[in-house]
């Protein structure tokens, strides 16, 4: 074989070398791209599963919150006491910090759900509960304490109340266009 021959040869291996290097680069980065997306679907599942088990614990105070009688007879007292920062008793300041916790698992899902993490899956998970934290007349005392302790959460339920008004309506989550 002559020089010129062999540098042509030489000149075909580079550049199927070069080839070969830039599909094993796309082939890597689609497979490494698939397993992220695998990977970030996993722990949202997980993440949504831990949020499941923190809601079996605050569902008795999720309930009175739903429940008219519940509310008036057991949390309307006591968000009367809050808002005043009136003096609890030993059952009332037990009582408030298992509110607090349960109103705290909500402002969560709000930052979840403001840091795009399966924003959908988390508001759906939980949309009535938000729903029933809107501000509301017949809710009024929670209202107040909501917009005085949790002024982020009660910001959110404010400008999702559209949101949330479709949702319950027609199973279809459109989110409001704003930072959280």
Known sequence: MNPE???HWGEAAEGLGALLTFVAIVVGGIVGLSRYKTQVRVSAAEMLLK???????????????????????????????????????????????????????????????????????????????????????????????LKGSYPRLSDWLTRNTPSLQEYRDTGTWRPVKSNC
């Open 5 to 7: 021959t062999m540098a």
């Open 51 to 145: 949020l499941e088990d923190e809601f079996r614990t605050v569902a008795p105070v999720c309930l009175e919150i739903e429940l008219p009688h519940l509310y008036e007879a057991r949390l309307r007292p006591l968000l009367k006491k809050l808002n005043l920062k009136g003096n609890l008793t030993d059952d009332e300041a037990k009582k408030a910090v298992e509110l607090d916790r349960c109103l705290r698992f909500f402002f969560i899902c709000v930052v979840l759900q403001s840091l795009k993490i399966e924003q959908k899956a988390v508001v759906k998970a939980y949309y009535f509960y938000l729903d029933l934290l809107q501000p509301k007349t017949e809710r009024h005392d929670l209202s107040v304490y």
